[in-house]
């Protein structure tokens, strides 16, 4: 492979634009995909002796609201980089009155109830993971959709640094760009899921395609509009409590990688 390298990928969701910025020896990497560009830049630095990439999910000023992120770009990109490993940090709307605003999740469980997204490699006739002419019929196994070691690393790391977070759980990922109204959210809840996103899928099989090891991380920015008493989510106050944790999921994260084992 010629060109910059990562071991390990980050995706910034809302509100999580920066991550590398103020690495020493970091740099701004343009990375062509089959799939055209990925949503920003990729930012490269180290970590822990570890090379990290780092993409904003929908572009460094929020360019893509979440049914038009480039996933497949963007997860592309990671894997033309060599990264083996990535962590996806989102913000997500507690579906439970015992899941907190301000609490983390690594979720162990994912519905996709989005449509019309693009959600594989595998088009006929298009590129796929081994290259041109690879994206033939292709059934990716998916019965568990984030990998377990690397969701236990987030939870001891996070755990480590004070963080309040909850072990396990299911997303549902929703189309966007509206949120749910008070049917949904009290159908989501009363299917026993956990929390709501937007963006969740299909990076999830998207890596899973590309064979790499992948946990999302949620940072739980609100209360669902099923959840009995709340009032509706804005996107105002999703931003808001996005804002006044983000420097608690960056640590998170960069606890995660600096703990890993330099291979």
Known sequence: MTGPTAEWGVFGGSGFYD?????????????????????????????????????????????FVAHRVP???????????????????????SLQPDIHPGQFVVVDQLVDRTWGRLDTFHDVGGPGPAGPGDGGVHHQTFADPYD???????????????????????????????????????????????VVNMTGYPEAVLAAELGLRYAAVALVTDYDAGVDGQAPVTMEHVFETMRANVVQVRNAVVETIARSVVQ
């Open 19 to 63: 991550f590398l910025d103020d690495t020493e020896g970091f740099e701004v990497v343009d990375v062509d995909t089959p799939y055209g560009p990925p949503a920003s830049p990729v930012t490269i630095g180290e970590i822990g002796g570890h090379l990290v990439a780092f993409i904003a999910r929908h572009g460094r000023h929020h360019d």
């Open 71 to 93: 996933f497949r770009a963007n997860m592309w990109a990671m894997h033309s980089l060599g990264v083996h490993s990535v962590i996806a940090p989102c913000s997500v709307g």
């Open 148 to 194: 377990a070691a690397l969701r236990t690393e987030l939870v001891a790391a996070a755990r480590s640094i004070g963080v309040d977070v909850v072990d396990g759980g299911t997303m549902v990922v929703i189309n966007g760009p509206r949120f749910s109204t008070r049917a949904e959210s009290r159908w989501f809840r009363d299917m026993g899921w956990h």
